[in-house]
């Protein structure tokens, strides 16, 4: 089962602010180029990008992959009463290169930077997937990757949601 989450931020735990820009700028690339689409291939890894450490976090690792949604989904969000018809679902995972835990809230403190931030993402849309060994966010998006609402319980299995 997925849950919506916030993290609410104090001033005075952020990387720099050009580090911070450059760094979210090159995740949107990311998850917009063709590579972070999910392929059945054996051999196709996600790409993952280095995040910056700040005062009071860690430089972390977050692997993203992106799925085309499939009509069952379109079909539930239609009857379910949205009207946007998302075209991706979009994962992010955290992880430490020295195998650290990750501290859910050095996670969520980037993905508020990224979908709330950046995206503009609107309540309901992004999700914490519980379960996971290390920190993992889910949304859907438009073809243009803007974040939209959706019910949680569109994702009550991740390969379904797809």
């Known amino acids: 089962m997925l849950t919506s989450h916030l993290h609410i931020v104090h001033a005075g735990e952020r990387p720099t602010p050009r580090t911070v820009e450059t760094a979210i700028d090159n995740l949107l690339t990311v998850i917009s180029h063709p590579r972070s689409l999910a ?26 992959s992106k799925y085309r949604t499939g009509e069952r989904v379109c079909t539930f969000m239609r009857h379910s009463g949205y009207q946007d018809q998302p075209a991706y679902l979009v994962t992010l995972r955290f992880s430490d290169a020295s195998g650290a835990p990750v501290s859910p809230d ?26 996971e060994s290390s920190p993992t966010y889910c949304w859907l998006v438009r073809g243009d990757y803007s974040p939209i609402s959706s019910p949680v319980n569109v994702f009550s299995s991740l390969d379904q949601a797809a």
């Open 39 to 64: 392929r059945h291939e054996g051999d196709w890894r996600p790409p993952s990008l280095t995040l910056p450490a700040g005062p009071h976090r860690p430089a972390l690792t977050v692997t993203v």
């Open 106 to 131: 050095d996670a969520q403190w980037w993905i508020d930077r990224l979908a709330f931030d950046t995206l503009g993402a609107p309540d309901g849309a992004v999700y914490s997937v519980t379960g």
